[in-house]
């Protein structure tokens, strides 16, 4: 296959039927033009919209066609002209989203337990008085032959089609009759939620699977993507009914700008190139006739290049047909950029951290992702640590260390493939719950130096409350850090906002932090001031501790989901000074500011490692989105990158700088005149 374009953008065109003039105004040189100017050489374009609506001359369906759409041709002539340019168009169209469809056939939308239509995401139900188009269509229905004729059409229609985009195909909980009786053969209870949702995930699996196969039956080498708004762990088990994956990840829409580090860094791993997508939205899809401010939208495209992932943008086309000048000039100013950077960005990362990923027992979606794995990416990237992130199907050896961040069960087969790893020399961070069993009654992970208490701290309802998150810090207690893990701290008591899990350290295993409880957890009976209660001095429990081989280091506090709620800086200090005790050194050091990203990438055929250092800082200058607005530049940052080849050169690139540079004890040292933005710094091996 063919690998991705580097500049993309998704054209959405959701156009209500009863809009006018659809396309009056089209011009396919001008359209074609534009995009040249722009530098997009790929754009994924509308066969069929949410509302239904369809956008070229369909035979099959006519009454679908948009019933104001002028030119009939509209989608033929926005493939010819790309074409006639050199710019790939992938084919777009809906799937469980569908307004003409969901209200002429009610008996094909999903419902929930209660009989009630599911809404977007499926999530709940549908209010028949709110706007939109996101009754859920059901794909155990007659609704998939419906569909299978219509990509039929596209294919045949558009013969040799560049690739297919099929939009909203995710899991879905549904109890329609077709879906309880496909259960019930199966054996599934309908009852229970579990089985609802295992059932959910092998449906839409399935059927991702059959269409692939359906379409290679009428184009051998379209790509193929199936979009949910995340790109997570349910995907490996399906990735070959994928040519590549698409990350969906508007930062000022639902997902923030922690969703896409998080995917990508997962996604890159199963093996498919990868293309990462944003928008030139102020906010999210739909938002007409905004901008996204210049700096954002350079920072988002270079990040992607910088953890490996191609460039696409989203725009949706206004109804008359014609692209937004000032949109494509403002699309053009970044892509002028990414084209000079290309070079330099089809590239390996390297990573000396992997990180097992919560989501694979916990689940995760457009915007909501575990907190310990916001928290964990947070630290890892504000300290400059080279990672990716894992499932427990991943190949652990190449990672050095190994985190488990706060939820992680351990069953026996990933108990076996720890030690496995450890035998080989790898470390491993275990956090709160992680390396317990499944029952989390008792740890699973052999040799981690702890056992569990039997008691354990409980409200006076007698609830658990280890790792929940009070406001106040109800149930705080405290860490004296000291030695290796405390240094750069101050040698008294730092709050642990959230209560840890009550452990001891087995015989051979080292206590490096004692925890300290409170005078008394805070409840209506007694309180201290407006928060937690002070330290009572009394050590309560074993808060950090290493295990008798040097391999485990265990921290009983979720110190990643703290992280994520208020970011206590000694939480992250801690917790770099156990990886330092662990690792004794890293890929990448510098000297600049917590808020530079860095990533290192090998280019193995050209023989060369390219180090990308970023500068934008996004900023929560509203209630509903953060914003970047301003690009402050950096200057004469110091940096050191390990290297295990003798080094020609360094360079900043794509300005061809060269720059002074000297190895010592394996490692590329030297200063970067300038980071405005983004900056690429590239090591040229001699041999």
């Known amino acids: 296959m063919k690998e991705l374009n580097f500049r993309q953008v998704h054209l959405d065109f959701h156009t209500n039927s009863e809009i006018l003039g659809i396309g009056s105004e089209f011009d396919p040189k001008e359209f074609a033009k534009t995009l040249v100017d722009a530098k997009v050489n790929s754009i994924t374009c509308f066969a069929r919209c949410h509302h239904g609506m369809l956008y070229y001359d369909s035979k099959l369906n006519p009454e679908r066609v948009h019933p104001h759409l002028v030119n009939k041709e509209l989608l033929k002539e926005q493939i010819e002209a790309c074409h006639e340019v050199g710019i790939r168009v992938p084919i777009y169209t809906t799937v469980?989203?569908?307004?003409?469809?969901?209200?002429?056939?009610?008996?094909?939308?999903?419902?929930?337990?209660?009989?009630?239509?599911?809404?977007?995401?499926?999530?709940?139900?549908?209010?028949?008085?709110?706007?939109?188009?996101?009754?859920?269509?059901?794909?155990?229905?007659?609704?998939?032959?419906?569909?299978?004729?219509?990509?039929?059409?596209?294919?045949?229609?558009?013969?040799?089609?560049?690739?297919?985009?099929?939009?909203?195909?995710?899991?879905?909980?549904?109890?329609?009759?077709?879906?309880?009786?496909?259960?019930?053969?199966?054996g599934f209870n309908p009852h229970d939620k579990k089985d609802r949702q295992f059932f959910a995930q092998q449906s839409i699996d399935n059927f991702k699977k059959d269409m692939t196969a359906f379409i290679r039956q009428f184009n051998k080498t379209c790509t193929i993507f199936y979009n949910r708004g995340h790109v997570g762990t349910p995907h490996?088990?399906?990735?070959?009914?994928?040519?590549?994956?698409?990350?969906?990840?508007?930062?000022?829409?639902?997902?923030?700008?922690?969703?896409?580090?998080?995917?990508?860094?997962?996604?890159?791993?199963?093996?498919?190139?990868?293309?990462?997508?944003?928008?030139?939205?102020?906010?999210?899809?739909?938002?007409?006739?905004?901008?996204?401010?210049?700096?954002?939208?350079?920072?988002?495209?270079?990040?992607?290049?910088?953890?490996?992932?191609?460039?696409?943008?989203?725009?949706?086309?206004?109804?008359?047909?014609?692209?937004?000048?000032?949109?494509?000039?403002?699309?053009?100013?970044?892509?002028?950029?990414?084209?000079?950077?290309?070079?330099?960005?089809?590239?390996?990362?390297?990573?000396?951290?992997?990180?097992?990923?919560?989501?694979?027992?916990?689940?995760?979606?457009?915007?909501?992702?575990?907190?310990?794995?916001?928290?964990?990416?947070?630290?890892?990237?504000?300290?400059?640590?080279?990672?990716?992130?894992?499932?427990?199907?991943?190949?652990?050896?190449?990672?050095?260390?190994?985190?488990?961040?706060?939820?992680?069960?351990v069953s026996s087969s990933l108990n076996k493939k720890l030690e496995q790893y450890m035998a080989k020399g790898g470390k491993v961070i275990c956090t709160f719950e992680s390396g317990l069993n499944e029952e989390k009654t008792q740890f699973a992970l052999q040799d981690i130096g702890v056992v569990m208490k039997k008691e354990q701290g409980k409200d006076i309802y007698g609830h658990l409350v280890a790792g929940e998150i009070y406001d106040r810090g109800n149930y705080g207690e405290y860490l004296i850090p000291k030695g290796v893990i405390g240094a750069g701290l101050p040698e008294t008591e730092h709050i642990m906002?959230?209560?840890?899990?009550?452990?001891?350290?087995?015989?051979?295993?080292?206590?490096?932090?004692?925890?300290?409880?409170?005078?008394?957890?805070?409840?209506?009976?007694?309180?201290?001031?407006?928060?937690?209660?002070?330290?009572?001095?009394?050590?309560?429990?074993?808060?950090?501790?290493?295990?008798?081989?040097?391999?485990?280091?265990?921290?009983?506090?979720?110190?990643?989901?703290?992280?994520?709620?208020?970011?206590?800086?000694?939480?992250?200090?801690?917790?770099?000074?156990?990886?330092?005790?662990?690792?004794?050194?890293?890929?990448?050091?510098?000297?600049?500011?917590?808020?530079?990203?860095?990533?290192?990438?090998?280019?193995?055929?050209?023989?060369?490692?390219?180090?990308?250092?970023?500068?934008?800082?996004?900023?929560?200058?509203?209630?509903?989105?953060?914003?970047?607005?301003?690009?402050i530049p950096l200057y004469n940052i110091s940096i050191k990158v390990k290297v295990e080849k003798a080094v020609e050169k360094v360079v900043c690139e794509p300005q061809g700088m060269p720059i002074d540079f000297v190895i010592e004890e394996g490692y590329v040292k030297c200063t970067v005149p300038k980071i405005e933005g983004h900056q690429m710094l590239v090591i040229y091996y001699s041999c």
């Open 96 to 186: 469980q989203w569908d307004y003409y469809t969901s209200k002429a056939h009610r008996d094909w939308v999903c419902i929930d337990t209660e009989g009630r239509a599911i809404g977007e995401a499926g999530l709940g139900p549908q209010n028949p008085l709110e706007p939109g188009f996101y009754e859920t269509l059901c794909i155990n229905t007659p609704y998939r032959d419906f569909l299978k004729a219509h990509v039929k059409e596209i294919l045949e229609t558009f013969e040799g089609a560049d690739g297919l985009f099929l939009d909203i195909v995710f899991p879905v909980e549904c109890c329609c009759s077709n879906c309880i009786n496909k259960m019930l053969s199966e």
């Open 236 to 409: 490996r088990s399906v990735k070959d009914a994928y040519t590549h994956f698409e990350l969906e990840t508007l930062p000022s829409g639902a997902w923030g700008y922690l969703h896409f580090p998080a995917t990508i860094r997962y996604a890159r791993t199963l093996g498919k190139d990868c293309l990462a997508q944003t928008g030139k939205f102020h906010t999210m899809w739909g938002d007409f006739h905004s901008f996204k401010n210049k700096a954002a939208l350079e920072f988002e495209c270079f990040n992607m290049l910088a953890l490996n992932a191609k460039c696409m943008i989203g725009d949706q086309l206004e109804p008359k047909g014609s692209l937004s000048k000032p949109v494509y000039e403002l699309i053009g100013s970044v892509y002028e950029q990414v084209e000079q950077k290309e070079a330099w960005c089809t590239q390996t990362p390297s990573s000396e951290i992997g990180v097992l990923t919560p989501e694979e027992f916990i689940g995760a979606t457009v915007g909501v992702l575990p907190d310990s794995l916001r928290g964990v990416i947070r630290i890892l990237q504000e300290s400059s640590y080279q990672f990716d992130v894992l499932d427990t199907y991943s190949e652990f050896d190449r990672y050095r260390l190994i985190i488990l961040p706060d939820v992680i069960p």
């Open 497 to 631: 906002y959230t209560k840890g899990l009550n452990v001891e350290a087995s015989t051979e295993s080292t206590v490096l932090v004692d925890v300290i409880s409170s005078v008394f957890d805070r409840d209506y009976r007694h309180f201290c001031s407006h928060r937690q209660s002070p330290s009572s001095g009394n050590k309560i429990s074993d808060g950090i501790v290493i295990n008798k081989d040097k391999n485990i280091l265990y921290f009983s506090h979720p110190i990643f989901k703290q992280y994520n709620y208020n970011a206590p800086k000694w939480c992250k200090t801690m917790l770099i000074n156990g990886i330092r005790l662990l690792m004794e050194d890293k890929l990448l050091e510098h000297e600049g500011p917590s808020t530079m990203l860095t990533t290192i990438n090998d280019q193995l055929r050209e023989n060369r490692r390219v180090v990308h250092l970023l500068h934008y800082i996004p900023e929560r200058r509203s209630e509903s989105i953060d914003i970047i607005e301003d690009v």
